[in-house]
């Protein structure tokens, strides 16, 4: 399993109020060494309440590759206006001595981590979303090589680190089906955080869920192949055989035949066959060929 867990300092250790006579020694003699993010607030700052804890969250996430300095600019009005702070809140970060970057006003939590990575690599670090979509990925190598358990385990991992990580959370989800283990696979999905519960990653599994459940309930393919010949007027028999061509690994052959199914009929079955390509779809990644052509395929047909 990778180890994700690194360095030992506080939050006490990173992140410290200052005023106008330590600016220098917490801001620019620290930024030497280390970038420093400054956040420029007022206790009268409704939006300034929100940000603070949200960047604080993600500067002790950093473990140590960033430290973060408080600056009230009531009383430290001196300092406010040398750095010519129009509004609040504001944030800048320096490195070496000089702002390297900033940003105003309040901004969604993902912004904040971005803006955090960003200064942690522009002063040669490793940023912590970096090394967790590193981790993602030697994750997803470990599910796609069949080794489902230790996928999960290092999916948990990050999670440990990250409860909000869309990628790991999706990837834990889709190495439990893979183990064949849909109750928990299912129950993970409904626990998680309401703020990704609406991601594509989760999204995906979902769809992903779903489509194993119905490959537990595939008929025979020759069978219904048969059926199908028999009578080529038969819907059902058509859908049956889409499922069960997708429970065999064929999805190709799956989203084809129900391509086939929609252009016969699209309102059959309350549009079946259109509802059970959006779950194929949202199965897969966005540019798999699979979903790219299948999704022209169908356009051309709906608005024909």
Not at 26 to 50: H, L, M, N, R, Y
Not at 104 to 129: H, L, W, Y
Not at 233 to 252: M, Y
Request: net charge negative; aromatic share 6%; with cysteine.
């Amino acid at each position: 399993m990778l180890e994700l867990s690194t360095g030992a300092e506080t939050p006490a250790d990173l992140i410290k109020d200052t005023t106008e006579a330590s600016f220098m020694a917490d801001v620019v003699e620290t930024s030497q060494t280390t970038p420093v993010i400054v956040d420029f607030w007022a206790p009268w700052c409704g939006p300034c309440k929100t940000l603070g804890p949200m960047l604080e969250k993600a500067v002790v996430a950093a473990k140590g590759a960033v430290r973060m300095v408080k600056v009230n600019v009531d009383e430290a009005q001196m300092i406010a206006g040398q750095l010519q702070i129009q509004s609040i809140p504001t944030v800048y970060a320096f490195f070496k001595g000089q702002p390297i970057d900033g940003f105003q006003g309040a901004q969604p939590e993902s912004e904040i981590k971005a803006f955090v990575d960003r200064v942690v690599s522009a002063a040669g670090g490793e940023a912590p979303g970096e090394t967790l979509n590193a981790a993602v990925e030697a994750a997803e190598e470990m599910l796609a090589d069949g080794a489902a358990v230790d996928a999960a385990q290092t999916f948990a991992a990050i999670l440990a680190e990250d409860p909000n990580n869309a990628g790991a959370y999706g990837g834990l989800v889709r190495a439990h089906i893979a183990m064949d283990d849909l109750d928990q696979a299912e129950a993970i999905l409904n626990g998680a955080p309401a703020e990704i519960s609406g991601s594509a990653e989760l999204e995906a599994a979902h769809a992903q869920i779903e489509l194993a459940r119905q490959a537990a309930d595939a008929g025979p393919i020759a069978e219904l192949t048969a059926a199908v010949e028999a009578d080529p007027g038969n819907l059902q028999a058509r859908f049956d055989l889409a499922l069960a061509h997708h429970a065999g690994g064929d999805v190709q052959q799956a989203v084809d035949m129900l391509l086939e199914l929609f252009r016969k009929d699209r309102e059959w079955n309350d549009g079946a066959a259109k509802a059970q390509l959006f779950t194929i779809f949202d199965a897969l990644k966005p540019n798999d060929p699979v979903v790219l052509n299948g999704r022209r395929k169908l356009s051309s047909m709906i608005f024909a």
